[in-house]
């Protein structure tokens, strides 16, 4: 009892905040901080020196504390033993008081130690894969497989489209049904899309046979397809591959990418990345690979994403970390568009890395969103860059906007505009373009207060200037653009949101590439 007294002396706003201080007592504390606030002042008076002392040394808000000296005495004898063990871990002392209360930009603050590493899918412990050619297409490799050695928590993200392909339909299912999975099958060539109900059964008869070969169950099995819509699967040559693919899974970088070769449709590049972090003095690694070249449009885009972790982590903080980062990155980019069928990213952890489960949102939970944010980001890069026949990533940057909302719904107007994008391969700085798609979206602006950049490895010029054209080099700017990563920065002078949007500039293959797709 005394111990507890001497807490709450020694600072009530601090026991309040703290769930796991020394005492072990819940927050419930607010009648006892009132009781002292209204005691402080005269009870302890005369060591107001003293305890001043005490707070340049060891705290930032000493001016809150002058006026309860005491207190902070007492605090400091029941949780710090010594100011010189808090300056040794300042980190950990903000850490505990801010657990519930972190926001993105103080992440990015706490210069968290997370390196790029080789691999995709197979970087984390316990995930092997393989991709082959099964006959789906005529001379590339068809089919892949992910598998975990232990079960996975599972989350998913899927189409906005009304027109929702089998896959997509059995994944979401299965993902809300089943506690755990174990194995991811993906076809490339045919979507299995609008196939009714016999598509529906010939997804059910993937995970079947995939479940039969690695000896799981079938709702322990999430199946994807990609490719033409409206033809039906060739399940023989789709049974075929299963059970060539369960012998052969590799723990081995070289699966992994093996498996990103397999889910490529009109892409020119696998596309996969994997980064090594640390939670909990524990080594963790997140892996990820996907497909997207075209029908690429906001709000979930047209790909297959399948990114692999060995985190320990809920089912429900899984899910939470995924959809909260998906609106920021892959629903941030844009190639001709139009929205997919089969729109599917999905997420498992397999708890590999032993570290304290990740239950709730603390530090712990942040250092894996930023893991996650890393991974998300760099494929949805990925996949605007390699937007079919695409010669020029093109990124748009909306900054100093009113509102998230604002800059979102202009970033995306200008990423999206036909004109636009053709300017942009034709590296020509007709910025007339930008304002004018900025215009025509639904958000409230000041035309007459707009400033507009281009950017690239080039350089930075600076085109518009409170909604006019500046005395530019066209030659600079021309040179400018003539990069292969072009970004478009429209500063519209109304508050401090931002917002970033990718997708790349539009050529003439693309038409070709889409006016036979089929043959």
């Known amino acids: 009892n005394r111990h507890l007294q001497a807490c709450l002396q020694g600072c009530p706003l601090l026991f309040v905040q703290n769930h796991s201080s020394s005492c072990g007592f819940k927050r419930n504390t607010v009648p006892f901080e009132r009781k ?53 871990r300042p980190m950990e002392h903000k850490v505990r008081n801010r657990a519930e209360h972190r926001t993105s930009k103080k992440l ?52 906005t489209n009304q027109v929702k392909a089998a896959p997509v339909i059995w994944d979401r299912d299965t993902i809300y049904t089943s506690d755990y999975v ?32 690695l000896d799981i169950e079938k709702r322990q099995v999430l199946v994807a397809s ?27 970088l070289d699966g992994g990418h093996l498996a990103a070769e397999a889910i490529m449709t009109t892409d020119t590049i696998p596309k996969e990345i994997a980064f090594e972090f640390e939670i909990g003095g524990k080594t963790c690694t997140i892996g990820g690979m996907c497909k997207g070249s075209g029908m690429i449009h906001p709000n979930m885009c047209t790909m297959l994403g399948f990114i692999m972790t060995d985190v ?130 639904t958000a409230k602006f000041e035309p007459e207060k707009v400033d507009i950049y281009f950017e690239s490895k080039a350089g930075k010029l600076k085109i518009v200037e409170n909604g006019m054209a500046t005395d530019y080099s066209e030659a600079k700017a021309t040179k400018i653009l003539s990069e292969n990563e072009v970004t478009a920065i429209a500063d519209v002078k109304m508050g401090d949101c931002t917002a970033t949007a990718w997708g790349c500039d539009l050529t003439h293959e693309y038409v070709s590439i889409n006016a036979d797709y089929r043959s």
């Open 226 to 252: 990609t490719g033409v819509i409206g033809a039906q699967l060739p399940m023989d040559k789709i049974t075929k591959g299963i059970q060539l693919l369960a012998p052969t899974l590799d723990e081995s």
């Open 312 to 441: 320990k982590i809920s089912k429900s903080m899984l899910y939470e970390a995924l959809s909260g980062d998906i609106k920021d990155t892959f629903n941030m980019i844009s190639v001709d568009g139009d929205t997919s069928t089969n729109d599917t990213v999905l997420l498992l952890a397999n708890g590999l890395a032993d570290n304290p489960e990740i239950t709730e949102k603390n530090e712990d939970y942040y250092k894996f969103v930023e893991a996650l944010h890393a991974v998300n980001e760099f494929l949805a890069k990925k996949i605007a860059g390699d937007g079919e026949g695409a010669t020029a990533l093109f990124e748009v940057k909306i900054v100093n906007a009113e509102s998230k909302e604002q800059a979102v719904t202009l970033a995306k107007s200008i990423v999206t505009s036909s004109l636009t994008k053709a300017a942009i391969y034709g590296h020509d700085a007709n910025w007339g373009r930008i304002l004018c798609a900025m215009g025509y979206s």
């Open 36 to 88: 002292l606030r209204s005691q402080g002042n005269n009870k302890h008076k005369h060591s107001e020196m003293k305890c001043e002392a005490r707070n340049r040394a060891e705290h930032r808000t000493s001016k809150k504390l002058k006026a309860h000296p005491m207190k902070c005495e007492a605090r400091n004898r029941a949780e710090h033993k010594s100011s010189k063990k808090l300056k040794a």
């Open 182 to 213: 174990y194995a991811v099958v993906c076809n490339s060539g045919v979507a299995n899309a609008c196939t009714g109900k016999i598509g529906m059964d010939y997804c059910e008869q993937m995970a079947e046979a995939t479940a039969k070969a």
């Open 108 to 159: 990015n603050e706490r210069n968290l130690t997370m390196k790029k590493i080789k691999g995709g899918v197979t970087a984390p412990k316990g995930f092997a894969a393989m991709g082959l050619k099964a006959g789906i297409k005529k001379d590339k490799k068809d089919m892949a497989m992910i598998y975990s050695s232990t079960p996975c928590v599972a989350a998913g993200t899927f189409t």
